[in-house]
């Protein structure tokens, strides 16, 4: 164990027995809190399975046989559909499904709601001729769902089972169950209001009521009313003759809050799916870890080397944290005496490409401990099987406006403290298969502070590219039925943005420019932006940087420690402009040089530029897809304007025209739309250079508030452009 003390001692861990550090490696029992059993209750009186005992008992039954000696080493998948919970319920959940136009399905996470109910309603004949819509708040969810279910059905994706998220679709004309992003749903209604297409549509991870959701929720109520011919509430006054195509609508939820959905869907039937949850033992830290990343670090390597074998699922806010905790945790795997087993460490957060998803359902390699490292994504959409311990750092990303009185007028991802909810829901991912163990980062007195739910998004989100979907249907978010109604502040601004974009005009009417803008899979700003690049004849251009700046991962991989590295790396690419033109510049350079290198020669030409490869590819397809979204509009993207600047930096500036700022004299920047100040974020090119008017992608919000992806642009176009933005909305 001798390497093991030198880790002990080393700064990374370290003792700091003054405090009583519940992560000392000395202390061979941490001093965790023990506090109590997993809490999550089961409702016993309303059992999915009411109507079958035997069910319930045979439930039990698996449950007693389910320590993992006695269960087959490699059950085929089609033992393992039928081990899942829901399997025992399943006759019943078709008939109540049969029965009623709504259905509300509550259950545990990996109970199998997910991958099982729309095989069930297929395999029973509900969808008729139609197709099963399951909506997922995230892309990776989407995706790996469609291939876990295309391979229980023992098809390829894209056929019978496929998929279709942003930028992104594996469908055919054989396609029956298709997993979608809410978002593409919400696309889908531009071109088929009545989602005719599908005769059954599941909304899943209801609980998690994004913007989304909520705006789904709200027009299938309208939708069902008139494909199934009905006025009133529930089924009273529904005449079955008018029925030509009618729609079946199954929420589906992992919390218990289910009565919210049943009545906004006129006392719709809730139907529970009993879980087999086994106990977890949860502890608290004793005092509060501001470090979280490193404090997780110290006990991911105090359960790998002083308990029993079983996996261990980390909890993180997202993508960057994730990213450097898998760095640190393989360095000292590497350092681990050899008698102690191996770590195989796997990250899964939303930008995860695709290829990467399906190894975190395998087994580890033999010896080794899988150790996965995921962002909320793992709470209740991803089941990932073998996990005993879980590590809560008890933090989340989430999307928040910043008002335009406090700041931006825009939504930012903001690292916050997450919520009781999904605390006990990620204390649930250790006792799946077995007794677990819950390590929460922050002391019981933060539990107790906890928030019970967060607050939908529809009441803390910039409501502005929603609000033009609706306008293309003809809708009005003031009007429409909602579970809960945006407060008015936020519709008004929604609606000033779409109006300085010139996407509706003073009459609150959609434009033209408003049509094909929400015709673009784009945010509004970005697409304001492109339709600006058409006119200002730098198509080609302007599509290379959005394509960039709409990639789930950033293109730049600097931090603090390696910046100047960086910078000096990317001397060559840098445009005097700004950040812009220097992401133009190196998508160019990334083409140039694929052609003339293997798949080998570009990794290492991005990592000797310190550049993300994964998205610059990431950006590559998605500007096929916006090249063939623009064709479908009669635009031709061919349109270049070669070296010229001007026009480019024009045609971003329309879109962010909301996202400028003026040079102070104390060299800061002043929103031209915001009180706030803004600092050039380290990182950008412009970062040491005082220009009199900026542009930005986004704005950080750390000891400062730093505006990041800038460019520097004439302040006479700003005036103009506003001017302009209005005009054309005429
Ligand atoms: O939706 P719910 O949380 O109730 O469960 P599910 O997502 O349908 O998961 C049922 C089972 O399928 C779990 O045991 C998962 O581990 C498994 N699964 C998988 O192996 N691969 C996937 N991509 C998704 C689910
Ligand atoms: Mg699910």
Redesign the pocket.
Same mark, same amino acid.
């Given at each position: 164990m001798a390497k093991i003390s030198a880790l002990k001692n080393s700064t990374r861990f370290p003792s700091n027995q003054k405090h009583g550090s519940p992560h000392s490696f000395k202390k061979r029992r941490p001093s965790w809190v023990d506090v109590d059993e997993h809490p999550h209750k089961r409702k016993e009186n309303t059992p999915l399975c009411s109507s079958s005992h035997q069910g319930k008992k045979k439930a039990r039954r698996t449950e007693a046989a389910g320590s993992p000696s006695k269960i087959p080493k490699s059950p085929t998948i089609q033992e393992q559909r039928d081990q899942l919970p829901i399997a025992q319920g399943k006759d019943a959940l078709v008939r109540e499904i049969q029965e009623n136009d709504v259905t509300v399905l509550v259950g545990e /996470?990996g109970s199998g709601? /997910?991958t099982q109910v729309p095989q069930y309603l297929l395999e029973a004949g509900i969808a008729g001729k139609g197709m099963i819509a399951v909506t997922q708040p995230r892309k990776v969810a989407a995706t790996s769902l469609a291939s876990r279910v295309a391979q229980e059905q023992n098809v390829s994706v894209g056929g019978l089972v496929g998929y279709s998220v942003r930028f992104d679709e594996a469908s055919s004309s054989s396609t029956r169950i298709k997993y979608v992003t809410d978002g593409m749903l919400i696309r889908e209604l531009l071109s088929d209001p009545l989602l005719s297409r599908y005769s059954v549509v599941v909304i899943?991870?209801a609980h998690e009521r994004t913007l989304r959701t909520d705006l789904l929720l709200a027009n299938l109520k309208t939708i069902q009313k008139t494909r199934n011919g009905y006025t009133t509430r529930g089924k009273k006054g529904k005449e079955p003759a008018s029925k030509q195509n009618p729609l079946k609508i199954v929420i589906?939820s992992?919390t218990l809050d289910a009565e919210k959905f049943s009545k906004f869907y006129g006392n719709a039937k809730i139907l529970y799916v009993q879980g087999r949850q086994h106990p977890v033992t949860i502890y608290h830290t004793a005092a509060s870890q501001p470090d979280y990343v490193d404090s997780a670090l110290r006990t991911f390597f105090q359960i790998h080397t002083d308990r029993p074998p079983g996996d261990v699922l980390i909890f993180l806010p997202g993508q960057e944290d994730i990213e450097n905790l898998e760095k640190s945790i393989k360095l000292y795997a590497d350092r681990l005496p050899k008698e102690t087993a191996g770590v195989a460490v796997y990250p899964m957060y939303a930008a995860l490409p695709a290829h990467q998803q399906q190894a975190i359902f395998s087994p580890p390699p033999q010896g080794m401990r899988k150790c996965i490292l995921a962002t909320n994504i793992a709470e /209740?959409?991803i089941t990932i099987p073998g996990i005993k311990y879980v590590v809560d750092t008890g933090k989340c990303k989430e999307k928040r406006y910043i008002s335009r009185d406090t700041g931006s007028g825009f939504d930012t991802l903001l690292t916050r403290d997450i919520t009781k909810s999904s605390a006990l829901q990620r204390a649930g991912r250790a006792g799946r298969e077995g007794p677990g163990f819950c390590f929460r980062l922050y002391t019981e007195d933060a539990f107790q502070a906890m928030p019970l739910s967060a607050e939908p998004e529809i009441l803390r989100c910039t409501l502005t590219s929603s609000i033009l979907q609706l306008k293309c249907l003809g809708q009005d978010l003031e009007t429409l039925d909602f579970m809960d109604k945006p407060d008015a502040e936020s519709i008004a601004s929604a609606l000033a943005t779409l109006y300085l974009l010139g996407a509706i005009d003073d009459s609150k009417t959609l434009t033209k420019l408003g049509r094909n803008m929400a015709f673009l899979p784009l945010e509004s700003p970005l697409a304001r932006s492109l339709m600006a690049s058409v006119e200002l004849a730098c198509t080609l251009e302007v599509l290379d940087i959005i394509s960039v700046l709409s990639a789930s991962s950033k293109l730049f991989v600097d931090n603090t420690d390696n910046r100047e590295m960086a910078v000096e790396a990317r001397r060559k690419f840098r445009h005097p402009s700004g950040d812009h033109l220097t992401v133009l510049n190196i998508v160019k350079s990334y083409e140039e040089m694929s052609e003339s290198q293997g798949k080998s020669g570009r990794r290492e030409w991005c990592r000797k530029q310190l550049l993300n490869e994964r998205c610059l590819i990431e950006a590559l397809e998605i500007r096929a897809q916006l090249r063939g979204s623009c064709e479908r509009l009669g635009i031709d993207w061919h349109v270049s304007c070669g070296e010229a600047e001007q026009p480019v930096l024009r045609s971003l500036l329309r879109g962010l025209v909301h996202q400028a700022a003026f040079l102070q004299p104390d060299g800061s920047y002043k929103q031209i739309m915001g009180p706030s100040t803004v600092k050039i974020h380290p990182g950008s090119s412009l970062c040491d250079k005082k220009v009199p008017a900026i542009i930005y992608d986004e704005l950080i919000y750390t000891t400062n508030i730093y505006a990041r992806g800038v460019s520097s642009v004439p302040r006479s176009f700003i005036a103009e452009v506003s001017v302009l933005n209005r005009r054309r909305s005429g």
């Open positions: /996470t709601k /997910t899943d991870e589906m992992a /209740t959409s």
